[in-house]
């Protein structure tokens, strides 16, 4: 019974050794499966443009292989990516979300300066362009006279006419003139009786043909019985 009895534990020790053996070359696979997984999503962040995402991507994948002469083809590709959307979003005039992913092209390829020159002159040039355009508007802001009794930022203003008062009728029509051509006013004259139109009409064409005469005023009539005498002024342009 004894030769028996080692032989059989011999048979089982052999088993257990062989199945240990077999158990073995997966662990040894598993770590190039998850790299090769990981490089599939890269390329599909890349190919996808989810390239904050394939970025961060790339950073684990070099933090894993610091010498991996493989990435450097997929940092590559990211920053051509990123140098094609600051391309594209400064064609739709987003400079400021252009500067941002040249910012990332370039930081990917520090030592290729020149594959970014073209984008980089294109955004200074837009970028001094809406500088102008900002200037020129500050500058026009500042050569207009304030507005006197109108909100030139609102799409009208509607100001009761002193009727009872002529001396201060007249300061308001004047006041009213200088509004309407400063800031390129259409005026409707909303009045309670049809008589009061054309006189409120005169008194206010001359006032803005003294102002200037070039002045194309455009005056509409709306007789309103359940309102006072006024007049409506919407500018035609934003201050």
Known sequence: MKPFASRYLLLVAFTLLL??????????T???DARATAIAQLEQSIASSELATAEDQLNTLQAQAPNDPALEQYQRQLAEAYLQRSQ???QKGDVNAAATALSRARALMPKAPALTGGVNSAIAHARKAELDKVEAALKAAEAKPAAKLI?????STTIALNIGDSRKLRRQLDAIAADVVNYQCDVAIQ?????DYPWLATLLTKRVKKLDAGFDLKIQRQILRHVPAQLVLSPRKAP
């Open 191 to 195: 009045a309670p009786r049809t008589q």
């Open 151 to 155: 909100d030139p930022t609102a799409p």
């Open 19 to 28: 199945g240990a053996c077999q158990s073995t070359p997966p662990a040894a």
């Open 30 to 32: 598993e770590a190039p």
């Open 88 to 90: 594209i979003v400064l």
